[in-house]
């Protein structure tokens, strides 16, 4: 037992040092957190102009993908192209086989799982511009492959080869846009996204209807070839964009990571914008993420109580493929069966996925009225599950009625595809970038597009069978498989699937390490500044005397990261 008269050791400088900055940071922090709080909509559009279009830009990257996988399923409809790559029939006509098809379906899903693994370790490591920029060049030689290919054998190596990067873009994307925007503006530009996939297949499908007069080579050359209209801009403009201000913050550049918030950020004072600030909430976040997530490696997605969140993100991503979403590709199957001319099959396809993109922009209007990420996904399982139960009822019309239900059915798929793009095709993209932590968030996602992409690999050799009538020959009755199946991911949405809506990044961190219930996310209070925060990312920060910390100010000598 220590005397009354003994003295307790006085702190070192460095501990006094130590103190002063973490007391800095958690202030700074607190402040940022309060102001990103209370902004709304379009204060965060007047404040972060230039993180919007940086994030509009490198989402473009996913229409590539959503371009070239149109072109391939449009191009066994084109004789000159089964001329080329397909076998002669008995009847003398020409088709790519069965098993050909498949496998060129299938090329670019494997060599997507493959870019997202490759992604999950590149881009933290190099950062996403370079990662972005060096996929971008690697596509401008592979679609070389595609111009010139003489046999299916090449058209299949293209097609692996040009999934790699494409897996990079199917995360990369989601993880930039989440992490350049403040909370008003981040489900909006995560699910911004899904419009760029519904504007590259509308681009496909109105470069096949253009040449669809021709019966030479170049009805299907001229399409590859325009693939290389997409990455030289691209490369451009990704060259000048800021690097992610969180990932500079990880890898504990501060003052890099303080002048990309500066290019992403305007002069506008409406909300007291401080630059410094919002770099401690991030250093604040990251050092939080340290202390709850040891590790960085694809085994620590699986650890604690990053497991948790794992599990939601890898179901969300496959919720999308087990509600039907092969099933609804088939609207225009239906449609023919009812006496619709197939010349105007490409009219249908061109109008839904019109759909894609005008769904993104309902989806963003029920945002902006209040409606959360959970509420949007949860609901709108509902809707996919009432709708493929009417279609499986239809089965039970009686064959004199057949053309008037497969008109019914063909319909009542447009109306899925609209409900789905209004709610669980857009919000998806918002969820998976909010529901991670920094530290693991690529990696995250990457394992729940991946599994994303396995599931639509089986669902897509599945739903051919139950249509075939020379297989399963299901017909409508398909409608009953998938709605039981949608009904289970509305079971699972309702127990797991929490709301990030208006959460900062701490502050999920902290409700996930709580353990909250899903269902309890949106009403639980939190402080995340009550919590104890050390680490070498809060000593790279300080605050630097006699410089000014707001925007501003500083704002026209920023240098370019």
């Not at 039907?324 to 010349?343: D, K, R, V, W």
């Amino acid at each position: 037992m220590e005397s009354p008269g003994k003295r307790l050791p006085s702190p070192t400088e460095d501990q006094l040092q130590q103190i002063t900055t973490m007391n800095a940071v958690t202030r700074n922090a607190k402040s940022a957190t309060d102001k990103e709080h209370r902004m709304t909509l379009l204060q965060g559009i007047r404040l972060y102009p230039k993180a919007v279009a940086w994030s509009v830009l490198i989402s473009t990257c996913i229409c590539m993908e959503g371009y070239d996988v149109c072109l391939l399923s449009n191009f066994y409809a084109f004789p000159i192209f089964n001329r080329k790559y397909g076998q002669q029939l008995p009847d003398g006509t020409y088709q790519v086989p069965a098993p050909w098809q498949a496998g060129l379906s299938n090329g670019a899903n494997v060599g997507e799982i493959i870019g997202l693994f490759i992604n999950g370790w590149v881009s933290e490591r190099f950062g996403y511009r370079y990662t972005v920029m060096a996929c971008l060049s690697l596509l401008i030689a592979f679609t070389a492959i595609f111009f010139t290919a003489q046999s299916v054998v090449d058209l299949q190596v293209a097609e692996i080869l040009c999934g790699i990067p494409w897996g990079v873009f199917q995360t990369l994307t989601i993880t930039y846009a989440s992490e350049v925007c403040p909370v008003a503006l981040r489900g909006y530009l995560t699910t911004y996204v899904n419009f760029c996939w519904g504007l590259g297949q509308l681009i496909g499908i109105g470069v096949i209807k253009s040449m669809l007069g021709r019966d030479d080579q170049w009805a299907y050359r001229i399409p590859y070839a325009l693939q290389w209209m997409w990455p030289v801009p691209l490369l451009v403009g990704i060259f000048l964009a800021p690097e992610s201000p969180w990932w500079l913050v990880r890898k504990g550049r501060t003052q890099d990571a303080k002048r990309a918030l500066l290019r992403l950020t305007s002069l506008n004072r409406e909300t007291g914008f401080d630059a410094d600030e919002t770099i401690a909430m991030m250093v604040h976040t990251t050092a939080l993420e340290e202390k709850i997530t040891k590790g960085t490696s694809y085994l620590d997605c699986f650890k604690g109580t990053d497991r948790r969140r794992t599990e939601i993100i890898c179901m969300v991503w496959a919720i999308q493929n087990l509600s039907g979403n092969s099933f609804s590709a088939y609207s225009t199957y239906f449609l023919e069966q009812a006496g619709l001319a197939p010349a105007k099959a490409y009219d249908f396809v061109l109008g839904q996925y019109s759909i894609n993109m005008v769904g993104v922009f309902g989806a963003w209007f029920l945002m902006s009225l209040g409606i959360g990420r959970r509420s949007l996904y949860l609901y709108g399982l509902c809707g996919l599950c009432s709708m493929l139960f009417i279609l499986g009822f239809l089965g039970l019309v009686p064959e004199s009625g057949r053309t008037k239900a497969s008109l019914a059915s063909g319909s009542i798929l447009i109306i899925w595809s609209l409900i789905y793009q209004l709610t669980v095709g857009t919000v998806c993209y918002s969820l998976v970038a909010e529901l991670s932590t920094r530290r693991l968030q690529i990696k995250t996602v990457v394992l729940g597009r991946n599994l994303y992409n396995v599931v639509g690999i089986v669902c897509s050799v599945l739903t051919p069978y139950m249509l075939n009538p020379g297989a399963w020959n299901w017909g409508d009755y398909t409608g009953f498989f998938w709605a039981a199946l949608c009904f289970s991911g509305i079971i699972y949405t309702y127990f797991r699937v929490p709301e990030p809506q208006g959460r900062s990044f701490a502050e999920l961190d902290i409700l996930f390490e709580r353990g909250v219930s899903a269902r309890k996310f949106a009403t639980t209070d939190v402080d995340v500044f009550g919590e104890t925060v050390e680490g070498s990312i809060i000593e790279d920060y300080e605050e630097k005397p006699g410089e000014t910390s707001h925007f501003e100010d500083t704002h026209p000598s920023q240098d370019k990261i």
